[in-house]
């Protein structure tokens, strides 16, 4: 019991540092769509950009929480696939769920990551 509540201490602080989230950080669908345009279609497309930052924090948060054991995974990303294509796949989601375009990219870059990379491939 101890040790879990360690666990859980640990993780709360280390996603604390990690994200500094505020309430502006996030984005809705249409914010994170324009993000991910002007990164898949610029000639600097770069890790720091902020359509690159979300998917590959919500990927490395998922990951993070599968690997400690506190959930199953949702989505399973094969090594060879690359964050443009992860941008892409979630660009297409987006366009394909019109009525999704007011949540927030945390939800929309999950559900797209769930429905694209299904673990049971």
Known sequence: MVNSNIRLLAI?????????VRAESFYTGNELLERCEDC???ANISSVSACAYCISH????????????????????AEDI????LT????????????????????????SLIENYPCNQ
């Open 12 to 20: 709360i602080m280390f996603l604390y540092a990690l994200l500094s």
């Open 40 to 42: 898949i279609y610029s």
């Open 58 to 77: 919500i990927s490395s948060i998922h990951d993070a929480f599968v690997d400690w054991g506190f959930m199953r995974p949702k989505w399973c990303i």
């Open 82 to 85: 690359v964050l443009s294509e």
């Open 88 to 111: 892409k796949t979630t660009m297409d989601y987006i366009h394909k769920n019109p009525r999704s375009k007011h949540q927030y990219s945390t939800n929309l870059i999950a559900n």
